[in-house]
């Protein structure tokens, strides 16, 4: 472990905390405001300060402290998601944009899994997570199992139904593959709106979330401060993401994650060296669907709603322009990628329209400038500041 | 052991019209080093790809240590202890130095899911016990490259490549070493400081038996014990090296009938 005098460490953690500090800042300001010239110009203010640290070489010792401090870092993180929805422990919207955030993240860690790290294109990310949105509505409304069980189901199902998938994924390479996935999210789409018993287009309604008698849709107050009922998903949803953060990264720093990279390099080369396709394959597609239905499961209880139209084939092509946006196989790039896409859009109202517009553009001008995301993945460590 | 170790009878490969194998037989002992020499496209890294189970044969048999592999997958291949090099080099470039070797050394490291995940310090155990003996042995190639195991390979140069893709067939010690023109692209003297190598890491391993592909003659007359000679798929001539290259049909294989 990095102790607090570890001489062989040569990265400090603080530039990524003050990184971490300065983000935070600029998040909660960029949610309090609402003007749409200011908004404008903190966009403006984030894009010149990025290029200039980029420019005066900041950026680097930052990633290195990331690198090698990550457990501490991520320590902070999580400190500061808890500042930013306590700076906003009243307010509906911002709360409910931040449970967003927080979940879409969980699910493109899912999607990093399956082409991150397996190489496996899934266009079907928005239905995996609406799979496990409509497990919570019949869940929820016919049964009485414990919700957090539901969450699990939820994962349960989207990775059963995705391993309908299989057959076809392993027996097909890259765009095909690829093809499978966008087929299966137009059928899934036409299933949920012919069929009654799901709802039909309206869709259905999801009871909220109850832990242990606590009902989560009602109001709270902490003596006369009265809290947003967001706050309780907003717990709910970081925890998940942690699990999911902790999950990927150790996954991404093992053998298995090793496996993935060789045989998304290089299957043949794999092969030679004993790897077997088809399982690692079908691990990484399984465990990304699972992280996927569980989001869903829990945005759908957030949402107390779900119909087919929630979970298109545009939705998903969000949750792959996060990935590329982020820079692919770097879970930090993701949670950077998410507040981007799922914020700026909801802020600027101007463009709310042309979001996918926006959408576009940005991933065309990261493919072309910076093809490997906003943040780069580096080179596995197996452990963070481990040396030989 | 038997006197064998890998047998191919009467080994047939057909790519449409073309014969890239044609009834090849070939044996090899244990601990021999024999060299396989021929004209470009005379099957060569065919018959690699076939005794690895990348192609699979249109006739014939090839059996390894006394056990069938004619129809083994690759992986099968790979654990029955056949390791191999190819003649282009496929490194996984963004991944470390490390991370390549360690994809050589598959079946000695746990695969479970739970062990993988949950289990980190004894993750962290098997981990460090494997640096060690990647370290180790790209030590034997390059002393200079164990301060660099955890960089890309994508930047070193094709001499560096060439010892970490022979460093990964190595780590897992298997029995057979299939070399496909390990000298390609490198100059002379970087041909001959990489076949001193193997030749000690060989020294301290004498249960290797390799099988080397190249065309640069100086590595087969000095590392070879025997040469088998392919044209057109067909074993043209088998002996030391000596032998073979004053051999009548060899020369002309070569040079063309004058």
Same mark, same amino acid.
């Given at each position: 472990?990095?102790?607090?005098?570890?001489?062989?460490?040569?990265?400090?953690?603080?530039?990524?905390?003050?990184?971490?500090?300065?983000?935070?800042?600029?998040?909660?300001?960029?949610?309090?405001?609402?003007?749409?010239?200011?908004?404008?110009?903190?966009?403006?203010?984030?894009?010149?300060?990025?290029?200039?640290?980029?420019?005066?070489?900041?950026?680097?010792?930052?990633?290195?402290?990331?690198?090698?401090?990550?457990?501490?870092?991520?320590?902070?993180?999580?400190?500061?998601?808890?500042?930013?929805?306590?700076?906003?422990?009243?307010?509906?919207?911002?709360?409910? *944009?931040?449970?967003?955030?927080?979940?879409?993240?969980?699910?493109?860690?899912? !999607?990093?899994?399956?082409?991150?790290?397996?190489?496996?294109?899934?266009?079907?990310?928005?239905?995996?997570?609406?799979?496990?949105?409509?497990?919570?509505?019949?869940?929820?409304?016919?049964?009485?199992?414990?919700?957090?069980?539901?969450?699990?189901?939820?994962?349960?199902?989207?990775?059963?139904?995705?391993?309908?998938?299989?057959?076809?994924? @392993?027996?097909?390479?890259?765009?095909?593959?690829? !093809?499978?996935?966008?087929?299966?999210?137009?059928? !899934?789409?036409?299933?949920?709106?012919?069929?009654?018993?799901?709802?039909? +287009?309206?869709?259905?309604?999801?009871?909220?979330?109850?832990?242990?008698?606590?009902?989560?849709?009602?109001?709270?107050?902490?003596?006369?401060?009265?809290?947003?009922?967001?706050?309780?998903?907003?717990?709910?949803?970081?925890?998940?993401?942690?699990?999911?953060?902790?999950?990927?990264?150790? @996954?991404?720093?093992?053998?298995?994650?090793?496996?993935?990279?060789?045989?998304?390099?290089?299957?043949?080369?794999?092969?030679?060296?004993? !790897?077997?396709?088809?399982?690692?394959?079908?691990?990484?597609?399984?465990?990304?669907?699972?992280?996927?239905?569980?989001?869903?499961?829990?945005?759908?209880?957030?949402?107390?709603?779900?119909? &087919?139209?929630?979970?298109?084939?545009?939705?998903?092509?969000?949750?792959?322009?996060?990935?590329?946006?982020?820079?692919?196989?770097?879970?930090?790039?993701?949670?950077?990628?998410?507040?981007?896409?799922?914020?700026? +859009?909801?802020?600027?109202?101007?463009?709310?329209? /042309?979001?996918?517009?926006?959408?576009?553009?940005?991933?065309?001008?990261?493919?072309?400038?910076?093809?490997?995301?906003?943040? &780069?993945?580096?080179?596995?460590?197996?452990?963070?500041?481990?040396?030989? | 052991?038997?006197?064998?170790?890998?047998?191919?009878?009467?080994?047939?490969?057909?790519?449409?019209?073309?014969?890239?194998?044609?009834?090849?037989?070939?044996?090899?002992? &244990?601990?021999?080093?024999?060299?396989?020499?021929?004209?470009?496209?005379?099957?060569?890294?065919?018959?690699?790809?076939?005794?690895?189970?990348?192609?699979?044969?249109?006739?014939?048999?090839?059996?390894?240590?006394?056990?069938?592999?004619?129809?083994?997958?690759?992986?099968?291949?790979?654990?029955?202890?056949?390791?191999?090099?190819?003649?282009?080099?496929?490194?996984?470039?963004?991944?470390?130095?490390?991370?390549?070797?360690?994809?050589?050394?598959?079946?000695?490291?746990?695969?479970?899911?739970?062990?993988?995940?949950?289990?980190?310090?004894?993750?962290?155990?098997?981990?460090?016990?494997? /640096?060690?003996?990647?370290?180790?042995?790209?030590?034997?190639?390059? +002393?200079?490259?164990?301060?660099?195991?955890?960089?890309?390979?994508?930047? *070193?140069?094709?001499?560096?490549?060439?010892?970490?893709?022979?460093?990964?067939?190595?780590?897992?010690?298997?029995?057979?070493?299939?070399?496909?023109? &390990?000298?390609?692209?490198?100059?002379?003297?970087?041909?001959?400081?990489?076949?001193?190598?193997?030749?000690?890491?060989?020294?301290?391993?004498?249960?290797?038996?390799?099988?080397?592909?190249?065309?640069?003659?100086?590595?087969?007359?000095?590392?070879?014990?025997?040469?088998?000679?392919?044209?057109?798929?067909?074993?043209?001539?088998?002996?030391?090296?000596?032998?073979?290259?004053?051999?009548?049909?060899?020369?002309?294989?070569?040079?063309?009938?004058?």
């Amino acid at each position: 472990m990095v102790g607090e005098g570890d001489r062989s460490s040569q990265a400090s953690w603080l530039p990524g905390a003050a990184a971490l500090a300065l983000g935070t800042v600029y998040v909660i300001a960029l949610l309090a405001v609402e003007k749409q010239s200011f908004i404008i110009g903190l966009l403006a203010l984030a894009i010149v300060a990025a290029l200039a640290a980029n420019w005066l070489g900041w950026l680097a010792p930052v990633s290195r402290s990331f690198a090698e401090h990550e457990d501490r870092l991520g320590g902070l993180a999580i400190v500061a998601a808890v500042a930013v929805a306590a700076f906003f422990h009243d307010n509906h919207f911002v709360l409910l *944009l931040v449970v967003t955030v927080l979940l879409y993240t969980v699910a493109t860690l899912g !999607l990093n899994i399956q082409f991150g790290y397996a190489g496996v294109l899934n266009f079907a990310g928005a239905s995996f997570f609406g799979i496990g949105a409509y497990t919570s509505a019949v869940l929820n409304a016919h049964t009485a199992v414990p919700h957090l069980l539901v969450l699990l189901t939820g994962g349960l199902i989207a990775a059963l139904i995705g391993s309908l998938l299989l057959l076809p994924v @392993l027996r097909t390479r890259g765009h095909y593959a690829a !093809l499978v996935t966008i087929a299966f999210a137009l059928l !899934l789409k036409t299933f949920l709106e012919v069929n009654d018993v799901l709802g039909g +287009p309206q869709g259905l309604q999801v009871k909220g979330m109850k832990l242990f008698g606590w009902s989560f849709n009602d109001n709270l107050s902490i003596g006369r401060i009265d809290l947003s009922f967001y706050l309780s998903y907003f717990v709910v949803s970081l925890l998940l993401l942690i699990a999911a953060f902790v999950l990927v990264r150790r @996954l991404e720093r093992s053998w298995i994650g090793l496996n993935l990279d060789a045989l998304r390099l290089d299957e043949t080369a794999a092969s030679c060296f004993g !790897l077997d396709i088809a399982r690692w394959k079908i691990t990484a597609f399984t465990l990304g669907n699972f992280l996927i239905g569980i989001a869903g499961a829990l945005f759908g209880m957030v949402g107390g709603f779900v119909a &087919p139209n929630n979970y298109t084939f545009a939705d998903s092509l969000i949750l792959v322009s996060i990935l590329l946006l982020g820079g692919i196989g770097n879970p930090w790039g993701l949670v950077v990628a998410t507040v981007i896409v799922v914020v700026i +859009p909801e802020k600027l109202q101007t463009i709310q329209e /042309y979001r996918f517009l926006l959408y576009a553009l940005l991933v065309i001008v990261v493919l072309l400038f910076r093809p490997e995301g906003l943040l &780069p993945r580096p080179v596995r460590r197996y452990f963070p500041g481990w040396r030989p | 052991m038997s006197a064998v170790l890998l047998e191919a009878r009467g080994l047939s490969k057909r790519f449409g019209g073309v014969v890239a194998l044609d009834r090849l037989d070939l044996a090899v002992a &244990p601990n021999e080093i024999i060299g396989l020499i021929g004209p470009n496209g005379s099957g060569k890294t065919t018959f690699f790809n076939v005794a690895t189970g990348i192609y699979g044969s249109d006739g014939g048999t090839v059996s390894f240590a006394g056990a069938d592999i004619t129809r083994a997958s690759p992986q099968a291949v790979y654990h029955a202890g056949i390791s191999r090099t190819f003649q282009r080099s496929r490194l996984s470039l963004p991944l470390s130095i490390f991370d390549n070797i360690m994809i050589g050394n598959h079946k000695r490291l746990s695969q479970g899911l739970w062990f993988n995940l949950m289990r980190r310090a004894a993750f962290k155990r098997e981990f460090e016990a494997a /640096y060690g003996a990647a370290r180790a042995l790209v030590e034997v190639f390059e +002393p200079q490259l164990t301060g660099r195991m955890f960089e890309p390979v994508a930047g *070193l140069p094709m001499i560096d490549r060439r010892r970490i893709e022979i460093c990964r067939a190595l780590v897992s010690q298997p029995k057979l070493l299939l070399l496909d023109e &390990p000298s390609a692209g490198m100059t002379h003297e970087e041909t001959t400081e990489l076949m001193d190598d193997i030749l000690q890491v060989r020294a301290r391993n004498r249960d290797l038996t390799i099988i080397i592909v190249e065309h640069e003659m100086g590595v087969i007359e000095r590392i070879t014990d025997r040469c088998v000679v392919l044209n057109f798929g067909r074993k043209i001539a088998e002996g030391p090296y000596r032998q073979v290259a004053a051999d009548r049909q060899v020369q002309e294989a070569y040079l063309g009938v004058a």
